[in-house]
């Protein structure tokens, strides 16, 4: 009995530790989703002249408190395969410093073509119909 205790004990806290939350970039609701890619569309539009679509890599993430960008979720980057300026992962590309929010001389790493970052920082839900984004290019 003494040997099964201790056993229990670590599996326990090993699912306390493991896979019991999301990674950071996963929405914790579906309404997320939408609004990230609602403020991803708009942040490509006022972007380019007469809203046209990029012509050029847009990689997109969610800044966090360190000077480094976070992945979105799949799901939410598929959701541009079809409809969207070629959209790739923050993670595919090359920045050489973060100040004060924004990233410089960003390039493919696969191409070593110029792209531009596109993130978000936070969404803050006010309503049910209203939130309030912050984010930037």
Not at 8 to 20: N, P, R
Not at 60 to 87: Q, S, W
Request: hydrophobic share 35%; glycine share 8%; net charge positive.
């Amino acid at each position: 009995m003494k040997t099964r205790l201790p056993t229990i004990l670590i599996l326990a806290l090993g699912l306390t530790f493991v896979g019991c939350s999301p990674p950071p970039s996963a929405p914790a609701d579906p309404v997320v989703s939408d609004l990230r890619e609602a403020t991803f569309r708009y942040q490509f539009q006022m972007s380019t002249s007469g809203g046209q679509e990029p012509s050029h890599p847009c990689f997109i993430g969610l800044a966090t408190n360190e000077p480094k960008f976070l992945d979105v979720d799949a799901a939410l980057l598929k959701r541009f395969e079809r409809t969207g300026p070629r959209i790739k992962q923050v993670s595919a590309c090359n920045y050489l410093e973060i100040r004060k929010g924004r990233a410089r001389a960003i390039a493919d790493k696969s191409t070593g073509e110029k792209g531009t970052i596109y993130y978000i920082i936070e969404i803050k839900r006010i309503s049910e119909t209203e939130a309030e984004v912050s984010g930037g290019i």
